[in-house]
């Protein structure tokens, strides 16, 4: 196999470094949110970290580090003799002890990535032989901070089948990371069924599936994380999918089906924080003006996908349960400000929900995700198309939004996307009333698809001046991220003043804003 690296550019960011992203990605709004003894930690969970080996062919953490103390690591591919820092460095962030957000992680299994995706487990070559399925346990999340290709199409294709037809085997997770800076890597970012990450400055492989490979034209990243190599990005990711198993695994009140990798991808692509790269504005391109007016094709941001990994708006978003719709506008349920959907469609079926907004939103996100079926003999693969809309309800009749120039201050209200197997909406300041929310499978193709549909809006919430981490308050986490951005920053959400600097006067002015 050609060009398996480690998806790092940059030397691993220190210990001091990591306090930043947990204000980053809202945990520490979290824990204010529902206090620290109730926060999940991905506790019990089965884990497997994908390393590329380094020169000398090390690719396993440092067990010896006090960080994995009490963890379980298993070396699936063979002897290693030494560590890999850069195994250390990924393993820290998605189950250390004091580094990651899911501490409570302890058993992983790790494998190089070339082993992985040969005879180790993906069996890419191996004629009809399927990975294994019981022999690394239950294992639920996959971190993959390596990129590659096998130089040769055919083989990448297959990976790629090999891959979506095990996350639909097992429902398991996959976050891949992108590239760093230079070009884009097939495996594993061309998935269907992978959640694929990018880093918080946006200097990743972005971009389209390109021509020789199947879904041409799909759109990566799905969401970006809170550091500045998708190395360290993507196991903050992982640990955050780790923490919503284990809340829908221990919490009564939600439904078995909250840890399906399609809802899981949902979720965290509702719930992300919409903004670009720098505090620049998030957006899919849909037209402002005009008779299209909030109708895209290319559902998510060209840079930053969905946006950067909130895991307070996650957690919000899963709690807010399953609410399953009805097949007419005049039946559709209530949903709340939060939630999600799961469910099997037919061609040409139409699934819908009601909203029921009375000060209206200020911000409202909807994120629906689907897998694409792989046989088993990993041939030609079946993929189905849905399409979303919101509408504004008036006289229990569903009133297109799409031109609309009053009813939202921007955004989208209609995804339609013919590749890409995920499709998005992001209104801002919409109005008060009520809503119906649609997805339509638009395919004609034969079997039932799954669909998993998420959401996440703050009600009448406003824009607060000085909020940097959108939680609608300005405090400690706003200014870790204001000091994250000092100095030359033209677009910086930390440059209140507007003089592409964030310094000393943004700072004072971050503080007599303080909640």
């Known amino acids: 196999m050609r060009g398996v690296t480690a998806a790092t550019a940059a030397a691993m960011l220190t210990t001091a470094c990591l306090a930043d992203y947990r204000a980053w990605i809202g ?52 002897g290693s003799a030494m560590p890999s820092s850069h195994a250390t460095g990924v393993g820290k962030r998605l189950y250390g002890l004091d580094t990651s957000i899911a501490p409570g992680v302890w058993f992983i299994n790790v494998f190089e990535a070339n082993d992985w995706v040969q005879g180790g487990f993906l069996n890419v070559g191996a004629g009809p032989s399927t990975p294994p399925e019981d022999a690394i346990g239950a294992q639920k999340v996959w971190s993959h901070s ?61 971009g389209d599936v390109p021509a020789g490979f199947e879904g041409e034209g799909r759109m990566m990243p799905d969401i970006t994380g809170p550091e500045y190599t998708t190395s360290n990005s993507t196991p903050i990711v992982a640990a955050s999918v780790a923490m919503l198993v284990e809340m829908v695994r221990t919490d009564d009140t939600l439904h078995s089906d909250g840890e399906q990798p399609e809802v899981l991808k949902a979720v965290l692509m509702a719930a992300a924080r919409h903004q670009g790269v720098d505090g620049a504005d998030w957006t899919n391109n849909a037209p402002q003006s005009g008779p299209d007016r909030g109708w895209t094709a290319r559902p998510l941001d060209e840079s930053v996908g969905a946006g950067h990994l909130h895991i307070d708006h996650a957690h919000e978003t899963l709690s807010g349960g399953r609410v399953s719709p009805a097949a007419n506008a005049q039946a559709a349920p209530s949903a709340g400000m939060h939630g999600w959907s799961f469910e099997q469609a037919d061609a040409d079926d139409q699934m819908w929900w009601r909203f029921t907004l009375p000060e209206g939103a200020a911000k409202f996100a909807v994120s629906a995700a689907w897998n694409r079926v792989v046989p088993s003999n990993f041939g030609q693969a079946a993929v189905a198309d849905f399409d979303l809309e919101l509408f504004t309800e008036v006289d229990g009749a569903a009133v ?42 638009v395919d004609g193709g034969g079997d039932p698809a799954a669909v998993a549909l998420a959401w996440w809006n703050n009600g009448d919430a406003p824009d607060v001046p000085g909020d940097l981490d959108g939680d609608g308050l300005v405090g400690v986490d706003d200014l870790l991220i204001l000091l994250s951005q000092w100095g030359d920053c033209g677009g910086c959400a930390g440059d209140l003043d507007g003089d592409s600097v964030v310094g000393v006067d943004d700072l004072l002015t971050l503080i007599a804003l303080f909640s």
Not at 47 to 75: H, L, M, S, W
Not at 165 to 181: A, P, Q
């Open 400 to 441: 297109p939004l799409v031109g609309d120039d009053v009813a939202f201050g921007g955004g989208n209200v209609a995804s339609a996307s013919e590749v890409d197997n995920v499709e998005h909406l992001w209104i801002t300041d919409l109005a008060a009333g009520d809503y119906l929310l649609v997805a339509t499978r």
């Open 27 to 78: 945990w520490d709004a979290l824990v204010e949110r529902i206090g620290l003894e109730n926060v999940p930690t991905g506790a019990d969970v089965i884990v497997g970290q994908v390393e590329a080996a380094n020169t000398n062919g090390y690719y396993v953490p440092d067990a010896a580090n006090a960080e994995f103390d009490g963890k379980y690591i298993i070396r699936r591919s063979g």
């Open 146 to 206: 390596w990129v590659g290709s096998f130089g040769n199409a055919t083989y990448d294709v297959e990976a790629l089948r090999r891959l979506d037809w095990t996350i639909e085997r097992d429902d398991s997770v996959y976050t891949v990371g992108l590239n760093n800076g230079g070009e884009q890597m097939p495996l594993l970012a061309y998935a269907y069924n992978a959640i694929s990450v990018g880093r918080r400055d946006g200097d990743h492989a972005a």
